[in-house]
């Protein structure tokens, strides 16, 4: 599920879905809190009002004033808040009441106060809250959160969404400039990770195969008219072509995690080493040698100088431990190597593989059939000689 869609997707929406899950956390705690604030302003504005109005109609009720009584009530309407204020007796009949003028307000809370003298229950009091005003109040806080967080909501987004954009475009470039092929993966990260993975061995799988060692494969280079270029060139002309072949064959095996090793007289050599044998190692292999080969080609051509070199590449199973073992499988990989050189002309890869035949092998390049278990490249798919082309200009462009 993961492979399906772009990181230029994945992103966004990640970010998208963790500020809606910010954004409901945050709104539910905002809610409640502001619930609670709301109620407690309201409660402590009606226990002041209703202590205030006790100790100012306590005495005149005591005394019959009427008059007095209805100066605190009319008192305590002038309040931004207070609807009405309302004395009632002890058997339940209004004594005096004070509203204020114009509608009533839809919503309106009641509370009341009892008023007491010498434990005697004498009147109550009653007013009328307009608690809108207080919610509305906390209600444009949370219109004010809301804003900000929609602002940031879509500021992130945005921003991420750019960000992704500009990530998943520079990991399809590093991974279209990778050797070999496969499905097609949305998902550029694990494009990036399914075409590094056979160039790479990881420490553990190091560790593993210590003792049974690495599948080595052994290109070798040989320039057939070596001794030609010696009479055709100077000393001065020709320490400059080696130069020049030395580097190319350096930044090109750089490209496909190769190492050079020493060749005979009139030759190139280097491997490149897997953990095991694979039709995809022997396809970065192939795809190494091609590359190299297209760019002496080029080298050659601005130079003026008719490099005649034909490609064997041969493999095996090598043991790291102990040295002698190595060195010992190495000797015999470059002698088949150089027998292979020996029996092609110039401008031949020839690919020594006795794992898997023609037949397997097509899935990766086009052959045909040399000597037992000797194929000769002819060519590979559209698709990755394209990618190829462009890996080949760009070492053209450091190399020359």
């Given at each position: ?28 705690i905002?809610s409640n ?18 202590s ?5 109609v ?11 009584v ?15 204020a309302?004395?009632v007796?002890?058997?339940?009949n209004?004594?005096s ?5 114009g ?8 509370f ?12 109550t009091?009653?007013?009328?809250l ?15 959160w ?6 940031f909501?879509?500021a ?9 954009e ?5 990991l399809?470039i590093?991974?279209n ?6 499905e ?15 160039l ?16 080595y ?8 008219n070596?001794?030609?270029?010696n ?11 080696f ?8 930044k090109?095996?750089e ?36 590359s190299l ?9 601005k130079?003026g100088?008719?490099?005649?070199v ?8 090598l043991?790291t ?7 010992e ?7 088949l ?52 082309e462009?890996?080949?200009m ?7």
């Amino acid at each position: 599920m993961h492979r399906r869609y772009s990181i230029a997707k994945k992103l966004p929406a990640a970010t998208l879905c963790l500020c809606l899950i910010l954004g409901l956390t945050s709104f539910l705690i905002l809610s409640n809190q502001i619930g609670e604030l709301s109620a407690s302003l309201i409660d402590n504005k009606s226990r002041t009002a209703l202590s205030r109005l006790d100790e100012l109609v306590r005495t005149p009720l005591f005394n019959n004033d009427s008059i007095s009584v209805q100066v605190a009530l009319t008192g305590a309407t002038e309040e931004a808040n207070i609807f009405s204020a309302s004395l009632v007796g002890v058997d339940n009949n209004l004594i005096s009441q004070s509203t204020k003028s114009g509608p009533k307000p839809e919503n309106t809370e009641r509370f009341s106060r009892n008023i007491e003298l010498q434990d005697t229950l004498i009147g109550t009091l009653v007013i009328e809250l307009d608690s809108q005003p207080i919610y509305r109040q906390y209600n444009n806080l949370m219109i004010s959160w809301l804003l900000l967080w929609l602002l940031f909501t879509a500021a992130s987004t945005y921003g991420c969404h750019r960000y992704s954009e500009q990530l998943a475009r520079r990991l399809r470039i590093l991974t279209n400039r990778l050797p070999g092929g496969g499905e097609q993966i949305n998902d550029e990260l694990a494009g990036l990770e399914a075409k590094i993975q056979p160039l790479l061995s990881s420490s553990g799988q190091a560790d593993d195969n210590h003792n049974s060692g690495y599948y080595y494969s052994l290109v070798t280079a040989t320039i057939k008219n070596r001794q030609r270029l010696n009479n055709q060139l100077n000393q001065e002309n020709l320490e400059l072509l080696f130069e020049k072949i030395d580097y190319c064959t350096a930044k090109a095996i750089e490209l496909y995690g190769g190492q050079r090793i020493e060749g005979a007289n009139g030759a190139i050599c280097f491997t490149i080493r897997s953990t095991q044998c694979s039709k995809q190692h022997l396809l970065i292999c192939l795809m190494a040698v091609y590359s190299l080969q297209q760019l002496l080609e080029r080298l050659s051509l601005k130079l003026g100088v008719d490099l005649e070199v034909n490609w064997a590449l041969c493999s095996d199973n090598l043991s790291t431990v102990p040295l002698f073992s190595y060195d010992e499988g190495m000797a015999a990989l470059k002698r088949l190597s150089a027998q292979l050189g020996d029996k092609m002309q110039e401008g031949i890869i020839g690919l020594h593989c006795s794992e898997y035949d023609i037949e397997q092998l097509s899935s990766i390049a086009r052959f045909v059939l040399f000597d037992s278990n000797v194929f000769i490249l002819k060519g590979f798919p559209e698709g990755r000689q394209t990618l190829l082309e462009k890996q080949i200009m760009h070492l053209a462009n450091i190399c020359l």
